[in-house]
């Protein structure tokens, strides 16, 4: 069975902080994995990896993905307290089917 | 539209009591994804559409659970005779079919339905 494991599953940081959270995973026919934040609503997309080593970055948020290893990690710089939130890691796998496998994410409370 | 939209964004039902859930994609999206979010737990995968086809049905319920995708109309999900462990966030998501590599494994979340089953 496809598994996605988070880490911590809650983190309490102080603005200005930087944050790395983690997600390892052990799929079948790995495609991608995605990060998505969850606030209130809907997840909201963050990024998508699918080759290792290849960091992608937007604003003050960046991910990288180690195929090897099975693992990603997406890092917050100088949060704020805005980034407080939900973040889920998911893997499409399985050959053609597309699903997502989420973890449970990962709470982040930034603090002023 | 741009944006995944759901309807209702709650809905209460008594046991036993029928319920229907409804999704607009993204126009121009193909795929269409439905998920369980128990208690704010990990999502668990449903079922999903490739336009009006079923996808992959892996994750439903055997019984009680049915879903479609029609053309020119929302894709719903019923549940018939609700339990009470039915109450949960339903999300649906929908993605490209053509585009860059990886557009069908990106997956755009609409805001979800609560179901409390009382």
């Known amino acids: 069975e496809d598994k996605v494991v988070q880490s911590p599953l809650s983190l309490v940081v102080h603005e200005g902080d930087t944050v790395t959270l983690n997600c390892s995973y052990e799929?079948?026919?790995?495609?991608?994995l995605l990060w998505y934040k969850q606030e209130k609503k809907a997840p909201t997309f963050l990024f998508m990896l699918?080759?290792?080593?290849i960091e992608k970055k937007s604003g003050r948020l960046s991910s990288i993905l180690d195929k090897k290893e099975l693992f990603s990690i997406l890092n917050i710089t100088a949060t704020q307290t805005g980034d407080s939130a939900i973040y889920l890691c998911?893997?499409?796998?399985?050959?053609?089917?597309?699903?997502?496998?989420f973890g449970k994410g990962t709470l982040l409370t930034v603090n002023p | 539209g741009e944006e995944v939209a759901q309807t209702p964004k709650h809905l209460v039902r008594g046991e036993g009591q029928k319920a229907k859930l409804y999704c607009a994609p993204i126009?121009?999206?193909?795929?269409v994804f439905w998920y369980q979010q128990v208690l704010k737990n990990e999502f668990k995968f449903l079922i999903s559409?490739?336009?009006?086809?079923?996808?992959?049905e892996t994750g439903m319920p055997k019984e009680r659970f049915s879903a479609k995708c029609l053309p020119n109309s929302p894709c719903s999900l019923e549940i018939q005779a609700t339990k009470l462990e039915d109450s949960a966030v339903y999300f649906c998501?929908?993605?490209?079919?053509?585009?860059?590599?990886?557009?069908?494994?990106?997956?755009?979340f609409g805001p979800g339905t609560r179901l409390t089953v009382l």
């Open positions: 998501a929908s993605s490209q079919l053509g585009g860059l590599a990886g557009a069908r494994d990106t997956q755009y």
């Open positions: 699918t080759s290792s080593g």
């Open positions: 799929v079948t026919n790995f495609r991608s």
């Open positions: 126009k121009g999206h193909s795929y």
């Open positions: 559409f490739q336009n009006e086809n079923v996808f992959d």
């Open positions: 998911a893997v499409s796998s399985g050959g053609s089917n597309y699903k997502l496998t």
